[in-house]
């Protein structure tokens, strides 16, 4: 990328490869206002300016190429519920003053919200708000963006009464904040949003439980294709998570924060893990209270902690009398010229039909019976099946724990009684808040999680492990995301405190990745959303803790 040249002109390079000769300073909406849409219900929402996502309204300054966005792509999908939660926060603060909107976390294909007010959240009122939201998209006003000082942001969000944008900023590491105003809100920019309202027409608004969903169209759709399930066991948890939260006084960064900064977060720490251990004991006591199930099926997407979840467990449950036996299914594979391709032509070991699920089936019945089995061994190396190793059976005292991304479907293992198997779905499912209108997601949770853990354990680096995200998150929304409600309980491996200390191990790793790479967006994204973060030191983290098995320092071996 170069500077400009004389008279203060610019080369744009357009995805078509075609160069553009503009103003510098032009808008990038008004470089790309002639040019047509892929498909005319796709319009452009973003663009990233080189390797830099960007809103529309950007000004550019050099030389430069550009690619653009739309709600086919994951940016493009992100730029719309952004710019949507803003329009439906202008709804709400335009109908009802002295009110409070909160964004809880996602459920289904949308956002849980909370609403603090004087009247109860139906259908009535969700109507009402759903024409205003209809109202101001149609009205196209433009959503300003402008960069401000962080005292100047923290003294504004206090006179408006929003101390958790004020608390989030206290702390931050960035002399300049982005903030974004549409009508009377006015909100910390967390990423780009479109330039106006009118970009964000397709949205339905649901009651749910106590609160609303806000829910969005399908990615590549463009269309609500949304139907209301009960989401029964994942609500408990988020419901069980508010409860932790209200336990530890921690609602949102700003408060950890401040709880970090006044050395409270030893006790915080503490507190957090006893809720892990007491909850895994429950489920233990669950387990031991159902002498009928022999076999236990942990699953979970990456970076869950599983394994972690897992060795736990078994402890747990030799103290209700109840011996676990770990059951690798690695060597359940089918020989690697057998093994089904992906979408990129690469051997995809993630697909149930990689397993020799007739092999599986045949023994399951068999150990939990009682039968003696020669498990088979397979040898990575060679790619196929080596042997088999030393017969095993099971004792009346023991069960079988089986833990892999399969676990919650039903086809893997076909051949054993419902009432012989209990399945548990492990997933990082909530996070702090950042503040009121915005959310962690529990994606960025786990790719945080994974990013260290491959440094430190398997000698990649954080670019590595970004370029490989895709296919990681293609897999989870093929093999385990359709079997959530497979789960006969869930568990929730987030702890409140973690981002603060990942950030220590996440932060440089981060920073290796250079401009030029394809990348750098995505990086430059998890490290401006590190720096809300104050750092925590790891010594307070116990080993037992489920984080160890990504930062290290784990008294179990993996």
């Not at 470089?31 to 390797?51: G, H, K, S």
């Not at 709880?259 to 892990?276: D, G």
């Not at 970076?303 to 690695?330: E, H, N, W, Y």
């Not at 995200?469 to 409600?485: A, L, M, S, Y």
């Amino acid at each position: 990328m170069r500077r400009a040249g004389a008279r203060n002109r610019i080369k744009v390079t357009l995805p078509d490869r075609s160069v553009r000769e503009v103003h510098q300073g032009s808008k990038i909406v008004d470089v790309i206002r002639d040019l047509p849409p892929a498909t005319p219900e796709f319009p452009i929402l973003a663009a990233r300016v080189d390797n830099k996502l960007h809103s529309l309204s950007y000004q550019l300054q050099m030389n430069c190429h550009l690619t653009l966005h739309t709600y086919h792509d994951l940016e493009g999908v992100e730029v719309y519920r952004r710019t949507l939660c803003m329009v439906l926060a202008r709804a709400v603060a335009e109908i009802r003053t002295n009110t409070r909107l909160v964004v809880a976390h996602s459920l289904g294909n949308g956002y849980y919200y909370e609403y603090f007010t004087d009247i109860a959240v139906n259908e009535p009122l969700l109507e009402t708000i759903s024409a205003k939201m209809r109202q101001i998209i149609e009205k196209n006003d433009p959503i300003d963006r402008r960069i401000v000082s962080r005292p100047e942001a923290i003294s504004f969000f206090e006179k408006q009464g929003q101390t958790d944008k004020a608390r989030l900023l206290k702390y931050c590491e960035m002399d300049k904040i982005a903030i974004y105003t549409c009508g009377p809100v006015t909100d910390v920019g967390h990423g780009p949003l479109a330039p106006s309202t009118g970009y964000t027409p397709v949205f339905q608004l649901k009651p749910y439980q106590s609160g609303f969903i806000l829910v969005f169209p399908e990615r590549g759709d463009m269309k609500i294709h949304y139907q209301l399930k009960s989401h029964k066991k994942l609500f408990n948890v988020y419901c069980e998570s508010k409860q932790w939260s209200k336990i530890l006084a921690v609602n949102n960064v700003g408060r950890l924060n401040d709880i970090i900064q006044t050395n409270k977060a030893a006790e915080l720490i503490r507190v957090a893990e006893a809720l892990h251990e007491k909850k895994i004991a429950q489920i233990a006591d669950s387990i031991a209270s159902c002498p009928e199930v022999k076999l236990v099926l942990i699953a979970g997407p990456s970076s869950s902690g599983k394994t972690t979840f897992a060795k736990r467990l078994s402890a747990q449950l030799m103290a209700c009398g109840i011996r676990p036996v770990a059951l690798g299914m690695d060597d359940y594979f089918v020989n690697r010229d057998a093994t089904p391709l992906d979408e990129d032509g690469q051997i995809d070991y993630e697909v149930l039909e990689a397993l020799d699920l007739t092999l599986f089936n045949d023994q399951l019945p068999q150990l939990l019976s009682g039968q003696e089995v020669e498990l088979p061994r397979f040898d990575f190396n060679a790619g196929r099946r080596a042997g088999v190793k030393p017969p095993i059976r099971l004792d009346d005292d023991q069960i079988l724990i089986v833990e892999g991304i399969h676990g919650l479907n039903p086809k893997l293992t076909y051949a054993v009684p419902a009432n012989q198997k209990l399945k548990i779905y492990i997933s990082p499912l909530t996070q702090l808040s950042i503040d009121d209108f915005n959310r962690i997601p529990t994606t960025d949770t786990r790719l945080l999680r994974r990013m260290v853990r491959d440094q430190k354990y398997r000698g990649q680096s954080a670019k590595g492990t970004l370029e490989l995200w895709h296919r990681v998150r293609r897999g989870e929304e093929k093999n385990i995301f359709p079997f959530q409600d497979e789960a006969d309980l869930m568990f929730n491996s987030a702890l409140l405190y973690e981002m603060a200390v990942l950030k220590r191990f996440a932060q440089p790793l981060l920073g290796e990745i250079h401009r030029d790479d394809p990348a750098y967006n995505e990086a430059r994204r998890m490290l401006r959303f590190l720096q809300y973060f104050s750092p925590l030191a790891t010594d307070d983290v116990p080993r037992i803790s489920l984080l160890r098995e990504f930062i290290g320092g784990s008294c179990f071996h993996y």
